[in-house]
């Protein structure tokens, strides 16, 4: 009996998270595109969807709600869900859409699709090779394999997105980098934009009306006949049509330092409206938050690098270390069972609802970016792996946050996985993708530096 | 040669209608074989001889500035394409016709075009819901032209030119230009379909 009514509070959310991914699918990410597929909508809330209830079976297992058993199936169920959406059909529909697009390829679409998720399929079984993650015990399309793999890739993505969103959040929010803009720095930089329209404008009428009067007196010519005329004709169009093209490089020139003045434009005018912001309540407030988190960040890489170099990965999770050093060293007794129990359900609900939040706006970020109204469909999915892969991976590492007797459940569902493993590889790349942001980071704001006062003060 | 008359156009719509297709097609007639994102705006010369054949006849030199980009674009981004909206003598707006969001999102070209003197900073007054008076009084001449009518099936043919009616008498675009309008459509049908 407490099954059925588990089962249906889980498909109750379940249908809840769906319904909020369509939502975002269609407010924010959808925004200015017609939603021509369909299919890509209900993949995307999907995934959404089954990703979030994993979270959800985690908050459950802490707070004890539902009986084990049911969630034990439930777990398995959604596992072997997810994995089902992020191995067979999400890459399928990719392969499928980009196929689409290639005009060549239209006629065998679903052949070429198919192609595509082979290869696919083959990279990603290569991918478990070089890792510890392949034990004797379990056979080939074994649940482990399949989540070992995933994780690789996810907890990749985690460590590269924390590592940029580590760089990128102080420059973003910190005013210390704002270089400072003023009005007339951009009405100038406008003036030269429009002289430069302006003069492929004058060009381009020189060119159509040669051209025109090349076409009349072609008309006229057709008419005369005679050996003089001939040979008149042909030298004068000669010299006529290497004047022009003459002027239309100079125009094709011109027309690409245009499109270089306009976005430095932009580049200013976007600055400008940074240095605004830093000036209002928020932006003190998040510059401060800058500061912290770069504090915070420089602190992260530090352990990251004692984790590696002595060879450590941390044993106990913080909340129960929390509680050891207030009970040991500050003397404070209190129930520990009671209170590690909520600690780590809000320590782990923040971590969760965070880590969602700031994807979905790095996802919208990006797809913004770069999309368009014929690769809308290809990146949405390409997104929706993306998160898929990120919680997954993000369910594993977060078992190193929970207390021991909460993260019996996750090893017992992932099975003989190396944890340490993916802790470990985490570290790695965090590390690296850090310090290789950070010098490329500096590299890239000083050269812009050069390049934007070098041309607005003139050449 | 410069002495001749100019007429400032711009030719607005969403990313991927075919503005610069058209423009390609209308200044240098003929098919644009690698169409590519616009960034910034691109600028092409027509001479068109007005009033042909008439004493009147007058040879013009239209300017028909192509400005890229998308509605949703950040505020820095508009504020930088309101320099392109100064001293305009029509506003011609494409739409796709297989892509209702994009015929949607012409109101919202239009105020952002015709609105620029009153915000500076490039932000939309209005919330950008239609508003028919802003229209009313407007002295700049539009013309609305729907591309990629060949790619619609047979039997959705006559429901798309329903709306396209429709959405030029929104614009307060007169009978004469909704009559263009259709022609520019179906030349434009035999024309780009090649």
């Known amino acids: 009996m407490s099954f059925v009514v588990d089962s249906v509070i889980m498909f109750t959310s379940q249908v809840l998270f769906f319904g909020f991914g369509w939502l975002f699918f269609m407010r924010q990410l959808f925004k200015d595109y017609e939603v021509r597929q369909y299919v890509v909508q209900v993949v995307f809330s999907v995934t959404f969807a089954f990703s979030c209830t994993m979270f959800e079976l985690i908050i459950f297992e802490i707070l004890g709600a539902l009986s084990s058993s049911s969630r034990y199936f439930h777990w398995k169920l959604n596992l072997y869900v997810i994995l089902l959406v992020l191995i067979f059909v999400v890459p399928f529909y990719i392969g499928y859409f980009v196929v689409s697009n290639i005009r060549l390829l239209q006629r065998q679409r679903l052949l070429f699709a198919c192609m595509v998720w082979f290869t696919f399929m083959y990279f990603f079984w290569k991918l478990g090779d070089p890792f510890p993650i392949l034990s004797p015990k379990h056979g080939i399309l074994s649940i482990e394999q399949l989540i070992s793999r995933v994780g690789v890739i996810g907890v990749t993505l985690m460590a590269l997105l924390s590592g940029f969103g580590a760089v990128n959040c102080p420059y973003t929010y910190m005013s210390y980098f704002l270089r400072n803009v003023t009005d007339s720095d951009i009405l100038a930089l406008e003036r030269r934009l429009l002289q430069t329209m302006d003069m492929i404008v004058s060009k381009k009428k020189r060119i159509a009306m040669t051209r025109r009067q090349m076409y009349q007196r072609g008309e006229d010519q057709n008419k005369q006949t005679g050996f003089w005329n001939m040979i008149k004709s042909v030298t004068s169009t000669q010299a006529g049509s290497e004047n022009l093209s003459l002027i239309q490089q100079e125009v094709d020139a011109l027309e690409e330092l245009s499109r270089q003045l306009f976005l430095e434009t932009v580049d200013l005018q976007a600055t400008k409206e940074r240095i605004e912001y830093s000036k209002t309540f928020q932006g003190k407030y998040f510059n401060f938050l800058g500061y912290f988190f770069s504090i915070y960040c420089v602190w992260k890489i530090f352990m990251a690098t004692i984790n590696i170099v002595f060879d450590r990965v941390g044993k106990t999770d913080p909340v129960t270390r929390g509680i050891e050093i207030t009970v040991n060293y500050l003397g404070i007794q209190f129930d520990v069972k009671f209170w590690s129990q909520h600690i780590s359900f809000i320590l782990v609900g923040i971590i969760i609802v965070t880590s969602i939040r700031g994807l979905l706006i790095t996802l919208t970020k990006f797809f913004y970016a770069i999309s368009s109204s014929k690769s809308s469909n290809v990146i949405v999915l390409v997104l929706a792996q993306i998160m898929g892969m990120y919680f997954v991976s993000s369910v594993l590492l977060m078992r190193m946050s929970m207390p021991l007797e909460y993260r019996s459940i996750v090893s017992e569902v992932l099975g003989e996985l190396q944890f340490n493993f993916y802790h470990r590889w985490f570290d790695v790349i965090f590390l690296r993708e850090k310090t290789g942001k950070q010098v490329t980071g500096t590299l890239n704001l000083w050269k812009a530096h050069q390049k934007i006062w070098q041309g607005s003060r003139g050449n | ?194």
């Open chain 2, 1 to 194: 040669m410069a002495s001749l008359d100019r007429v400032k156009v711009l030719v607005l719509g969403d990313s991927g209608v075919g503005k610069s297709s058209l423009v390609h097609l209308l200044c240098q007639n003929q098919v644009l074989g690698n169409p590519s994102w616009t960034v910034g705006c691109s600028v092409d010369v027509r001479v068109q001889d007005y009033k042909e054949g008439t004493p009147d006849e007058k040879t013009y030199y239209i300017e028909l500035w192509d400005v890229g980009g998308s509605v949703g674009s950040s505020s820095s981004v508009k504020s930088t394409r309101a320099v392109f909206y100064n001293s305009v003598n029509g506003i011609i707006l494409v739409h796709d016709l297989t892509n209702k969001k994009s015929s949607q999102n012409l109101y919202r070209w239009s105020l952002e075009a015709l609105n620029k003197d009153s915000s500076p900073t490039g932000v939309i007054v209005s919330n950008g819901d239609y508003d028919r008076e802003q229209f009313a009084e407007n002295p700049v001449p539009l013309l609305l032209i729907g591309t990629k009518f060949d790619q619609i099936p047979e039997n959705k043919r006559s429901e798309v030119l329903n709306r396209t009616a429709f959405l030029s008498e929104d614009f307060n675009a007169e009978e004469i230009n909704l009559v263009c309008a259709r022609v520019v459509l179906f030349s434009l049908k035999f024309s780009l379909s090649t």
